[in-house]
């Protein structure tokens, strides 16, 4: 349902807004030359996205084809797994994924038309699309009989654009979040508590995940490894004392140990620690921006079980913040917006029909050859590239299920 005289279409479950408003925006951004910097910036770049972007999936794939465990895990996960979407892939929180996907795509569609007033192309309108209530998307509606008439100096600065801001506004977000990171600290020094075994001598004592144990029978305890040796010369039935660090508060819990099942003269006590220790978890991540391995640690996702990531809902109780438990809030939010602008940004960078990618591909391939290859003939060549990628993102779905 549309009114040709409205800015309302109706097309269940979709609900396009459109609008003339955010064209001074536009028109004002335009006018900063760091933006027209980064237009040409992310038009040399997105040849690496691309690449990058079709090489993520040919790894992939290879894992998928070379290793049956990692086929297993995509298996429990489910096709939902693939997809960049709060509240059906399982690892994405609806909340914190929902304010980055938002953010993505505003920055990404607003990129495209401040670039495309830049280079004087028109900007017919721009707006916002709805699945039923929910906000989706945005975009903006640029000339496109204009866009075909002007040199891929411009048409491709204005088609890169949307995926070199959401990369640019995904660094900003991860060197943020380094710097929430670094206002971390541990509770206290001693040995952190993740899980308690049911029914064990800690569990009846009433130790809770997240406590932090910092003597034993007055001892101090440093670390897992002087927790161990004090622990090793106790018997089944010994009464010990532990003083455990709960958020800024001490207690102290008499526990009578038990045995092991799998050894009856050994001593159990039913406490599980992370594995990693949390000060070696949280300098990684401090280091993240230094030019090593860390960085790969914020391609992890904090949720769930997520024993060796500070800022996850599973560790958060072991440390404090200069910025109080706001921390956690910011930290999990400049995450999300950081993972899914780049994730957004990479993956519009593959040379795929309707992708940035595919249409920047495609006229730099006429830009490129001139008068040597036909129209009819870069056509064929971008269809054959574009299913090549249709592929390979369908075997993301389909090899996982493999014998």
């Known amino acids: 349902m549309k009114d040709k005289n409205s800015n309302f279409d109706f097309r269940f479950p979709l ?10 925006l536009m028109e004002k951004l335009s006018k900063f030359r760091f933006i027209l910097i980064l237009s040409w910036i992310s038009l040399i770049l997105m040849p690496i996205f691309s690449i990058l972007a079709v090489s993520i999936l040919l790894l992939t794939a290879s894992l998928y ?7 297993e895990i995509a298996r429990e996960t489910g096709p939902q797994g693939a997809l ?11 909340i914190y994924g929902w304010i980055a996907i938002f953010i993505g795509l505003v920055i990404h569609e607003l990129s495209h038309g401040v670039i495309a007033k830049a280079v004087d192309i028109p900007v017919r309108s721009s707006g916002i699309m709805f699945f039923l209530f929910l906000p989706i998307g945005a975009f903006v509606e640029v000339d496109d009989t ?4 002007v040199s891929f100096k411009k048409s491709g600065r204005i088609i890169a654009a949307g995926a070199g801001s959401n990369i640019v506004v995904g660094l900003m977000a991860l060197i943020l979040l380094v710097g929430v990171v670094n206002t971390m600290e541990p509770v206290a020094d001693g040995l952190p508590v993740s899980k308690i075994v049911v029914d064990s001598p800690a569990n009846m004592a009433g130790l809770l995940p997240g406590d932090i144990i910092t003597h034993l029978n007055g001892i101090p305890v440093d670390d897992s490894n002087v927790f161990s040796q004090n622990f090793n010369n106790l018997s089944p039935g010994d009464e010990i004392i532990l003083t455990v660090q709960r958020q800024s508060v001490q207690y102290d819990y008499p526990i009578i140990l038990s045995s092991r099942p799998e050894n009856s003269e050994e001593p159990f ?17 401090q280091n993240g921006l230094s030019f090593s391995t860390d960085l790969l640690v ?3 996702f904090p949720s769930g079980d997520s024993y060796s990531i500070p800022f996850s809902t599973s560790m958060q109780n072991f440390y404090t913040s200069s910025l109080g438990n706001q921390y956690i809030v910011f930290s999990n939010l400049l ?11 990479i993956f ?9 990618g595919g249409q920047a591909f495609k006229r730099g391939l006429k830009s490129v050859t001139g008068n040597k290859l036909s129209q009819n003939n870069i056509n064929y060549i971008s269809r054959l590239v574009s299913i090549s990628i249709l592929v390979l993102i369908l075997s993301m779905f389909l090899l996982p299920y493999l014998p």
């Open 15 to 24: 609900i396009i807004l459109k609008t003339q408003r955010g064209q001074s």
């Open 65 to 71: 084809l070379s290793f049956p465990e990692v086929r």
């Open 84 to 94: 960049l979407i709060p509240g059906i892939n399982p690892y994405l929180p609806i």
């Open 146 to 149: 204009k866009l075909d008439s």
């Open 269 to 285: 006590i039913g406490i599980m620690r992370p594995s990693i220790d949390i000060n070696d978890s949280l300098h990684r991540y």
């Open 298 to 300: 914020y391609f992890s």
């Open 335 to 345: 995450f999300w917006i950081w993972f899914i602008n780049f994730n957004l940004g």
């Open 348 to 356: 519009n960078s593959l040379p795929l029909g309707p992708l940035d």
